[in-house]
Structure formats: structure tokens, C-alpha cells
């Protein structure tokens, strides 16, 4: 029998891990140690190749209904497959993402994956303080606060159910991946509230990774009975109007690709897609 040459990260190796995230993906993933650091005390599976007393290649798992890599190996991309596909075998298929165009369409590819879907990154260049929005009529957008969690997690589960990259949130997941993330600043979000129904939400966080000049929109959720009335609109300038006032000139957010309908909204609003993330399965 053979064992893995992968073995699990510790501390040491966040600066080894950060850079091969930029190295890799110099406009997708600018990482900082901090980042990989609170990665490790996640809750995903994680996984480094060292060579010759050097961290070449970093992967972990997010296990549910499909187990997903995001992987930084240059030049070293099999053995984190390798590793992806036994994870998976008898739990779900195997799935990773990368932008468009990236060495690795050539690797998975002749692994037996396909193209499932994609999305878009889009940004705004804010030349300006932004428009103050216009709110529906009986819409109250407030801040949040820690006893509206309840509320928040059913409604984005309600908004993204048919969604099929979307996994449902719990009050753990939120708690570690949304409330209790590093980057995450509560006080930017905000929640729209028709009575006591919140029909809306927008989840900001301070910047995307270590970029301090991009504001981004994490989270943007208006529930069915609320759409096309112009909550989705109001929600992104509020956010837009909250990063300007804390010094950011460049907002982004990601949207997927076939969500023509929010693609028009982004782009109506003066958003442009600057790169596109495809998704990649393979099947049983």
C-alpha cells in the first residue's frame, strides 16, 4: 500500500500557503497569512504538499452533497485530485472552480470533469458619493443586529433554495462562515424589513481578502414575494453608499452567470464583469 504525500497544515505553513494563492490566482485570490490562518481553524479538510522543506501546493474539502476542492498547486495539481476524488467516493461527486481560461481546464479536463456552470465577478469604480436609494414603499432597511440571525438564515435558504450551488445555511455555518468570518464586519449589514417580515438582506464585508481597496457585497438576498419592485437595486446602492463612507472607491460582488436577470441589475446599476469563475464536476 501507498500513502498520500499530503499531510495537514499547521501555522507555519499560512505565508507559504498565502503566496502560492497569489501566485496562482494574482486577481482572483489575493490571500494574506491572516486568511490561510483562519482557514486552518475552520471546519474544512485541509491538505499540504512540501517538497524539499517548501509548501508547493495547499487543497481543501468542503464536504456536503458534492465535495468541493479549492486548490493552489501549481505544477503539483494531481495528488490534490487524486485526493479529491477518494474523499468523494461514496459521498457525493467531486467538484472544484477556477477562473476561466486557467491551466487547470487542461488538467481537469482530462480527468473526466465538465463545465457546469459559471459566474461572473463584477466591480464599480465609485467616482462619487452614490445615489441615496430609493426604497419600495413600507420597506425598512436597518442594521443588524445578533437576535435577527434567525431570520437572516431563512432568508437567504429562501432565496437561493433553487440555486443548486447553494448550501443550505445552519446556525453553525453562519456563525463560522458569515457572523464569525475574519474579514466579516456585521455593522455593514443591513436588513429590509416590510413589518415585522424581512423581505430582503445585504451582507457586506470590509474588503475581498487583502485587498483594502475593494468593498465587496458577499451576500445580496430578496425573497420571492419582494423581487421586481426594486429592493435588489436599493439594498446594492446602500452598500455602495456604506463602503464610500468608509473610504472604498471600488465595490465588487460575484453573480451567477445565468442569473441574466441580476447580471442586468449589476450592470444597470454601472457594474462591469471583470473575470469569469467556471464550476467543474465529475460525474459518477
Not at 43 to 60: F, H, I, P, Q
Not at 100 to 120: K, N, P, T
Not at 219 to 247: M, S, Y
Request: aromatic share 10%; glycine share 8%; charged share 25%.
Amino acid at each position: 500500500m501507498s500513502s498520500s504525500p499530503l499531510r495537514a497544515p499547521t501555522d507555519a505553513d499560512a505565508e507559504q500557503v498565502a503566496a502560492l494563492y497569489r501566485e496562482t490566482y494574482p486577481v482572483w485570490r489575493p490571500v494574506a497569512a491572516d486568511d490561510v490562518l483562519a482557514w486552518l481553524h475552520g471546519t474544512a479538510e485541509m491538505r499540504v504538499l512540501e517538497l524539499a522543506g517548501r509548501v508547493v501546493g495547499y487543497g481543501d474539502l468542503s464536504v456536503g452533497d458534492d465535495v468541493r476542492l479549492d486548490v493552489a498547486a501549481p505544477g503539483h495539481w494531481d495528488v490534490f485530485f487524486d485526493w479529491l476524488e477518494e474523499r468523494a467516493r461514496g459521498t457525493g461527486p467531486p467538484r472544484t472552480c477556477f477562473p476561466q481560461g486557467h491551466e487547470l481546464e487542461q488538467v481537469v479536463d482530462a480527468r473526466g470533469y465538465r463545465h457546469l456552470g459559471s459566474s461572473f465577478t463584477m466591480e464599480i469604480d465609485l467616482s462619487g458619493r452614490p445615489p441615496q436609494p430609493s426604497l419600495p414603499a413600507g420597506i425598512d432597511v436597518r442594521p443588524y443586529r445578533e437576535q435577527d440571525s434567525d431570520a437572516v438564515i431563512a432568508t437567504m435558504n429562501d432565496a437561493f433554495a433553487e440555486n443548486p450551488p447553494w448550501r443550505k445555511v445552519t446556525p453553525e455555518t453562519f456563525r463560522t462562515v458569515y457572523a464569525g468570518n475574519r474579514l466579516a464586519d456585521p455593522a455593514l449589514w443591513r436588513l429590509a424589513w416590510d413589518g415585522d417580515e424581512l423581505a430582503g438582506c445585504v451582507l457586506p464585508d470590509p474588503s475581498r481578502g487583502s485587498d483594502v481597496t475593494l468593498g465587496w457585497i458577499r451576500i445580496l438576498a430578496v425573497r420571492k414575494p419582494w423581487r421586481r419592485r426594486g429592493l435588489g437595486r436599493a439594498l446594492v446602492q446602500t452598500a455602495f453608499r456604506d463602503h464610500f463612507e468608509r473610504g472604498r472607491r471600488r465595490v465588487g460582488l460575484g453573480v451567477d452567470a445565468d442569473n441574466t436577470g441580476a447580471v442586468s441589475l449589476y450592470e444597470d446599476i454601472g457594474m462591469r464583469a471583470v473575470y469569469r469563475l467556471d464550476d467543474w464536476i465529475k460525474d459518477a
